[in-house]
């Protein structure tokens, strides 16, 4: 079955090219810049597999500076929402631990 000459696919000296040309259309026209979803989702390390490892690249490889950008603004965002979250989860506690005091002192 696959035993014909076939069409020779040694004649490939254009490669090297062709990757360099990618490489700049990349950095030029930011073409595989991953979607903000997807840097937030890497942020928080729910990005597994080859998306990851594409985001992964993407930003500490290329050191792309838009996504470095959104990736600090991201960053930024998180902090103050955890910082909320942190405050919420004391005062809750201060409370609790209030209501805890009384209740053994009555
Ligand atoms: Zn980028």
Known sequence: MASGP??????????EELEFTVASVW????????????????LGGS?????A???AFHVEESRCPW?????????AQDEDASRRRLEDVRDRL???TISALRATRA
Not at 6 to 15: E, N, Q
Not at 27 to 42: G, I, M, N, Q, T
Not at 47 to 51: I, M, Q, S
Not at 67 to 74: E, K, T
Request: proline share 4%.
């Open 6 to 15: 076939g069409p020779s696919r040694g004649a490939s000296s254009g490669d």
């Open 27 to 42: 950095r030029e026209e930011r073409v595989s810049c991953p979607h903000v979803d997807l840097l937030k989702a890497w």
């Open 47 to 51: 990005l597994t597999g080859g998306a």
């Open 53 to 55: 490892e594409f985001v």
């Open 67 to 75: 996504c470095a950008a959104s990736i600090d603004a991201l960053r």
């Open 94 to 96: 201060l409370r609790s």
